[in-house]
């Protein structure tokens, strides 16, 4: 069953080895063209790279949490998010529970981090806490269980620190080529270097644009792949594919915009944060599949929510076959059976209706802003902010005056 | 002389294979284990739920003394259940999620009880209660037959055998009785 595991991590050091040969590369022809020698080239790439991998690998959950804006809550703050992230963590056998995280946004998106199951953090914006129900929120919460469970945060990221790395030496080259032709800092006239240098230069200059275009593509493919195994996951960890197919439709189908989105990260969301502005999600993704076929594929799982079924339902799509799901993860798998809608066994969905959940998840905001709630005598509840000095506070609905 | 380096050389081989064979399976049967130990966690949580569940809806329900009753005794049962082995277990905990899914149908009726805050918080526990129990057992059933597997094929079944590993026992559900629609009455 988590074979999948294994067959992604030699398929991950592939990927990283040529990423980082691209980066030595472009480290080389720096060193040719500004240092004079190639292994200074060559070392002050690695630098770069290792100490960015460094920080990525140990601080690299609380700076993406912070950068997002992320706040962490508790059991009691939304005790509904708390046990579905528990009920997904039990359902794919992790160890601990991650750490849950709110992020005040009105945009739809949800991301997971941590660079090893015992060390990871889930994120959910408020917005889309307002709009899943129970069953959606599953689906979304298990396909990020999936991501940690598969040891996709910590590829990702390292995959994300090198792109960077390459993106910016490559700008860097660029520019420093640009200034020292319009500046006459020509110092290859006096060594006298030859065609040789120039020829160097030329690699260097074609190798500089097509690098980073390089790395992207490797990233998205394999970001792309990630999600497709990460969705076949919740859905065999929630045994519903349902669940996920209409929480993406709901996704896809909004256009608010994350604001604290970062770049490097995108493929750690569970939709693509930057799609074009004001427009829906559907389609427009490049980290990740479009989120029509991601449906598509988990509406079409017929008879069965597991690898095999997903596997499956991805070339009945995909008109020429093709496998997103490892050979060796579904050699032995067996049969697993979908469930009715509704949790199984569960008696009756306690399911908070629409207005609910949107009172539910704003008296979280504000509690989280430290904003105190004062109930007044005719019903209404003052949200009373924490720097305000006055004693009294009038209801603005029946003009009662009520103590701070 | 060469002959007796190739015979060495195989035994080696073979003790190796054995060690690994072994080690795996004992992986798999302490993941089995411990997957056991997840759904016992969330059945005890299930029933530390049920006194305050029967608790707080007997002063609406005045006429469901009987329904009361059967999640009381039921979980009596099952709570007496505890260590008499996986099927025995089973067994009780199905007919304590039937007696509370009747018990939770019936709730219907009662709109005060729906609007109780107490209520809700409850509701929501024991229904989180009920799917932890359904993704502990799908993930201990999974653990089962990934070791039931290993015990039973070709060659991880000799090791198994020598060793003494028995196949593991899948925590069943009664289906007839889970899926049982409850009768509501409006008479």
């Known amino acids: ?404 | 002389m060469i002959a007796v380096y190739i015979v060495i050389g195989i035994v080696a081989l073979l003790i190796a294979l054995f060690v690994l064979t072994f080690n795996g399976l004992v992986r798999l049967r302490n993941q089995v284990r411990n997957a056991w130990a997840q759904i016992d966690v969330q059945l005890k949580r299930r029933h530390d739920l049920i006194p305050n569940l029967v608790e707080t809806v007997k002063g609406y329900m005045k006429h469901e003394r009987e329904t009361l009753e059967s999640v009381t005794n039921a979980r009596n049962l099952a709570q007496q259940a505890i260590g008499k082995g996986v099927g025995a277990q089973s067994k009780a905990e199905a007919d304590l999620s039937g007696a509370l899914s009747r018990l939770l149908a019936v709730v219907e009726n009662y709109p005060d009880l729906k609007a109780n805050q107490n209520f809700l918080a409850l509701q929501e526990e024991l229904t989180s209660t009920e799917n932890k129990i359904s993704f502990s057992r799908q993930f201990y059933n999974d653990s089962v037959l990934g070791y039931n597997n290993k015990t039973q094929m070709f060659p991880s079944n000799i090791v198994a055998n020598v060793t003494g590993f028995k196949a593991g026992e899948f925590f069943e559900v009664e289906v007839a009785a889970e899926r049982e629609a409850p009768e509501v009455s409006f008479s």
């Open chain 1, 1 to 404: 069953m988590w074979e999948q595991i294994r067959a992604n991590r030699i398929r991950s050091m592939v990927l990283v080895a040529a990423m980082a040969a691209l980066l030595l590369l472009i480290g080389y022809f720096l060193g040719v063209a500004f240092l004079g020698s190639a292994i200074g080239g060559l070392i002050m790439a690695l630098a770069i790279w290792i100490v960015m991998t460094l920080v990525a690998f140990f601080q690299g959950d609380s700076i993406f949490l912070a950068l997002s804006k992320a706040r962490k809550i508790e059991r009691d703050d939304h005790p509904r998010l708390y046990n579905v992230v528990e009920e997904m963590k039990i359902a794919s056998g992790l160890e601990k529970m991650p750490d849950i995280y709110i992020i005040d946004d009105p945009a739809l998106n949800a991301f997971a981090t941590g660079r090893d199951p015992k060390r990871a953090s889930v994120a959910i914006t408020s917005g889309l806490l307002q709009k899943l129900n129970r069953d959606e929120l599953q689906g979304v919460i298990g396909h990020e269980m999936a991501h940690i469970r598969n040891r996709d945060v910590l590829l990702m990221s390292l995959c994300g620190v090198l792109l960077g790395t390459i993106v910016i030496l490559s700008w860097y080259f660029t520019r420093m080529l640009f200034f020292s032709a319009m500046f006459g800092g020509r110092r290859s006239s006096s060594s006298g270097g030859g065609y040789a240098q120039v020829i160097i230069l030329l690699v260097g200059i074609v190798l500089m644009i097509l690098a980073p275009i390089l790395a992207y593509l490797i990233y998205f493919a394999v970001s792309r792949k990630r999600e497709y195994l990460a969705d076949a996951s919740s859905a065999q960890y929630t045994r519903y594919p349902e669940g996920l197919a209409s929480a993406l439709e709901k996704l896809g189908a909004s256009t608010a915009e994350l604001k604290s989105a970062n770049q490097a990260l995108a493929p750690m969301y569970i939709i693509n944060p930057f799609r074009k502005k004001g427009r829906a999600a559907t389609d427009l993704s490049s980290t990740h599949p479009p989120i029509s076929e991601r449906v598509r594929i988990l509406r079409s799982m017929a008879g069965g929510a597991s690898f095999a079924d997903y596997n499956a339902a991805f070339s009945k799509i995909h008109k020429g076959g093709g496998s997103v799901i490892p050979q060796s993860a579904l050699a032995g798998a067996a049969a697993v059976g979908l469930r009715a809608a509704g949790p199984e066994a569960a008696p009756l969905e306690p399911e908070p209706g629409k207005v609910e959940r949107t009172r539910e998840v704003s008296d979280l905001m504000w509690r989280m802003n430290n904003y105190r709630t004062i109930t007044c005598d005719c019903g209404t509840k003052l949200k009373v902010p924490s720097k305000f000095k006055k004693a009294n506070v009038r209801c603005p609905h029946c003009g009662r005056i009520n103590p701070v």
